[in-house]
């Protein structure tokens, strides 16, 4: 065994002295895996069982360190972070797990001197997508920079039996299909059933006297499954810190109920493990709008349930004393999605810890801290008080008990305002009966922050006002950012080569080195370089796309790229007028086609599978696609690509061949984004509007580096207030016109008008995200666009700008600002 290297922050000298760190070493681990694990032998070892062995193999590489880092986590006694989130979107595995443990070139070797491409190994590897969007993939960011920053965390969530859906288009409609990620096993779990955690559901409360004469609440469930922790390694890079994700899986209680059985009755006696079984097996493919479902509230109590007991149980030694549990740990709510643990732990504390109520509250609140990720009221979860009630009965006492206590607070405070006492209730009477889960999180939390600069200030004035005057100093700001392992360094091999052999490879962990590299944008001989690298990252997507999708990528072309959950606040809409307009001036001879800068527009976009306007816009876009794609006229000089099943694995090669990012959503929509993040850090300019974390991306990377366009939050709102009317902007803009009009016409749908009915009805009625308002700013900043990429000089120089001056969107940075202003933790070495 390895490895006596103190604080060893340079990964090769943590493992120069391992024995197994070598080709020869790791062709033992790898044929001991394949015959052991798979059963096979080189000779007869499928692909998938080469992965397999390829992956548990470099985990052997892991498993020390993660075993001694739960040494010292329970030696040093500091506090943890608990990432309460439901979701996480890891992306594939096996290449962050060689970087971290510096295998690449190793493994490269040692598979290829037995025959074996590690490439194609790799493509074996399904992703775990357990998470829609933004929010779960930044939940996968988080937890690498905490390791990689030495901070002790535990990642809490669901293990989905299928994750996210795999989209395919039909006839360029969506279909989705499950996504069966689990079919031929993940070689990077470790699941312990001896440790299955008890989480009960239903039933009454009663109450009892105890000992000492004091009234005291029980709940006497009606039923309960059990949580199977499933632990995943988190490794740091250059560091020997291996942190765990812990996700939970569902399990009957029973596995059989034999008396049912015996009866006769086997279908009856399975059905009930099934039911349990249900609550663990799947993502809702929502992205930030709320589902209001009882198999959803399971979930999320599920998960906080096994999450709460097992810290409790589990991580804190013997006897510890839980007055001072937020010593020890600071549970960050990821959403709302976790709120329901607030109760969870009263209900522990008090009901089975006896504690009083005021210390159970004391001791909650400092364990507890809010992040909000949306800014539309409608994606704020509510659940009914007859669910919650019914589902968890305690739980539900527990919330009116804050309530109550939060409203004398509220009256305390402004006495005789009502009408504020009322919009701050945690339970709401209106449309139902309800509890508002935001409000809750934010009494309870110690802490409540937004991810980007004006997505905080718009929660403090906007989203949850009456709270921010009550409580100034609980709201913060934290902008997110995005892991620079997964984001640069693996996924942009070239990039990282270049940027490393001119300032050095500690921006991997300190990414602000990027401001290094401010000098050689001006230097011609490195941007040349840095044009060779996009010039072969795209080369790269067109091998992509061509053998998963069958796409054949013009070479050549300013590669347009929007990629993200379709929803129309981000204005798919918008990006696809464009194209039209483009199509509709050649067609009607208004621009001419030698004039058009070569572009291919790539989509990449899944819509929530009952949201039928996101579909309509899906289907619309690759009818577009079809005839544009297809048009001899435009002589190959304007195309539209939408791989279907855009994903972690997908983005890893999208982004850095990218040339123009669209980060186009209303602004004030738009919580931060992260894509805009990955972008800009690998040399993509922006066009966008300012919202999200696109102000910070400008602010940074200068306004000659970014195209800006379209109103600004104030701007819509007042215009909003005014009374927006979409009609009378395409009745006055020409251009708008023609667009809309070749939609309606039926070319884009075999002859047949009105076919998108829907989408340009939608526009033109209501405009919910005020497209048409922004649609002539968005033409011209293209046209700056065009004007600045006819400069390939200067366009470089830009690019490298971008890169240059985005460091600042590390999530290290991230977690800094979280370790300082909210959990107030720090490194364990
Ligand atoms: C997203 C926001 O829409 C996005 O702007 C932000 O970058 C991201 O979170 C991370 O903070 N929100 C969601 O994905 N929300 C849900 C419920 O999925």
């Given amino acids: 065994m390895p490895v006596s290297v103190p604080n060893g922050n340079d990964p090769i000298a943590v493992i120069a002295d391992d024995p197994r760190h070598s080709v020869s070493g790791f062709t033992t681990e790898f044929i001991r895996e394949l015959h052991n694990r798979q059963g096979v032998s080189l000779r007869d070892a499928s692909l998938h069982d080469k992965f397999q062995a390829t992956a548990s193999a470099v985990r052997h590489y892991m498993v020390d360190e993660w075993l001694e880092t739960k040494d010292k986590n329970a030696a040093a006694k500091q506090k943890t972070v608990g990432y309460l989130s439901a979701e996480y979107l890891l992306g594939p595995q096996l290449d962050n797990a060689l970087l971290a443990t510096d295998l690449t070139e190793i493994v490269e070797e040692s598979l290829a001197q037995h025959g074996i491409d590690l490439a194609q190994v790799r493509e074996q590897e399904v992703e775990p997508g357990l998470g829609n969007g933004g929010l779960g993939r930044l939940a996968a960011c988080f937890i690498d920079s905490l390791a990689t920053m030495d901070v002790p965390c535990i990642g809490y969530g669901i293990r989905y039996e299928y994750g996210i859906f795999r989209q395919t288009f039909v006839d360029g409609h969506q279909v989705e299909e499950a996504d069966k990620w689990l079919a031929l096993e993940s070689p990077w779990e470790f699941v312990h059933p001896e440790n299955a955690v008890q989480v009960n559901f239903a039933g009454h409360t009663e109450t009892w006297t105890d000992e000492t004469g004091r009234e005291r609440t029980r709940w006497v469930p009606g039923w309960g499954v059990q949580g199977l922790p499933y632990n995943y390694l988190v490794p740091g890079y250059g560091t020997r810190r291996v942190n765990t994700l812990r996700l939970w899986g569902a399990r009957a209680n029973n596995q059989f109920d034999l008396k049912t059985f015996n009866q006769g009755d086997y279908v009856e006696a399975v059905r009930a493990q099934t ?28 998960f906080v349930a096994c999450s709460l007991r097992d810290f409790i149980e589990n991580e804190l030694e013997p006897g510890f004393d839980l007055h001072r549990l937020g010593e020890r740990i600071i549970f960050q709510l990821n959403d709302t999605h976790p709120v329901i643990a607030v109760p969870e732990l009263m209900r522990i504390l008090i009901d089975e810890k006896g504690f009083e109520w005021d210390e159970a509250w004391e001791v909650t609140k400092s364990c507890f801290a809010y992040t909000c990720h949306t800014l539309l009221p409608e994606a704020l979860e509510v659940w009914p008080t007859e669910l919650l009630g019914r589902l968890l009965p305690r739980h539900m006492q527990i919330i009116n008990l804050i309530n109550v206590s939060f409203m004398a607070e509220v009256r305390a405070t402004f006495p005789g305002d009502e009408e504020r006492a009322l919009r701050m209730s945690i339970v709401t ?7 508002r889960m935001a409000h809750l999180a934010t009494v309870a939390g110690s802490k409540v922050n937004g991810v980007a600069a004006l997505h905080s200030q718009l929660l403090r004035d906007k989203v949850l006002p009456d709270f921010s005057a009550l409580w100034p100093e609980k709201f913060t700001n934290v902008t997110n950012g995005v892991t620079p392992r997964r984001f ?30 401010e000098p050689l944008a001006d230097d011609a001989g490195f941007r040349e370089e840095f044009r060779a690298v996009k010039a072969a990252n795209k080369e790269r997507l067109r091998e992509v796309l061509h053998k998963r999708d069958g796409i ?84 190959g000089r304007l195309g539209i690509a939408f791989p279907a099943n855009y994903n972690v694995t997908l983005a890893e090669k999208l982004i850095p061949a990218a040339d123009l990012s669209e980060q186009i959503s209303l602004a004030g929509m738009e919580a931060s984004g992260t894509g805009n993040m990955k972008f800009a850090l690998n040399g993509a300019l922006t066009i966008g509007t300012d919202d999200g974390a696109n102000v910070e991306i400008r602010g940074l990377v200068g306004d000659d580096n ?62 919910r995200f005020m497209a048409f308002a922004d649609f002539a700013s968005y033409l011209e900043a293209q046209e700056a666009v065009e004007a600045k990429y006819a400069d390939q000089e ?26 300082d202003r909210i959990w107030h933790a720090g490194p364990v070495v």
Avoid: C
């Fill in 706 to 767: 970014f195209f800006l366009f379209g109103m600004d939050e104030p701007a819509a709102a007042a215009l909003r207030e005014q009374g927006y009317r979409p009609r009378s902007i395409y009745e006055s803009d020409e251009t708008l016109r023609a667009t809309i009009d070749l939609i309606e016409s039926g070319i884009f749908s075999g002859g047949r008008g009105g076919a998108f009915g829907s989408v340009t009805s939608a526009l033109l009625d209501e405009d």
């Fill in 488 to 517: 640069v360094r693996q996924s942009n091999p070239g990039l990282s080569a270049l940027v490393t052999s001119r300032i050095g490879g500690g921006w991997v962990k300190h990414l602000d080195q990027f401001d290094g590299l």
């Fill in 275 to 302: 039911f349990a079984e249900n609550i663990s097996k799947v993502l809702y493919p929502e992205d930030s709008t709320p589902q209001g479902k009882e198999l959803r509230l399971q979930q999320q109590y599920f």
């Fill in 794 to 819: 200067a366009w470089t120089r830009s690019a490298i700008l971008n890169v240059a001056r985005t460091g600042y969107f590390s999530s290290d940075r991230s977690m800094r600002d979280y370790l």
């Fill in 429 to 435: 009477e209106h449309p139902v009966q309800s509890v």
């Fill in 552 to 635: 054949d990528l013009p070479e050549g072309h300013l590669l347009d790229v929007m990629v993200k959950r379709l929803h129309e606040y981000k204005r798919q809409t918008l990006k696809l007028l464009h194209v039209v307009s483009l199509y509709e001036q050649v067609l009607s001879g208004k621009r001419k086609v030698e004039d058009l800068t070569p572009r291919t527009v790539v989509f990449g976009a899944k819509a929530a599978p009952g949201y039928r306007l996101a579909k309509d816009i899906i289907h619309l876009i690759n009818s577009v696609a079809a005839v544009v794609n297809r048009d001899p006229r435009l002589e």
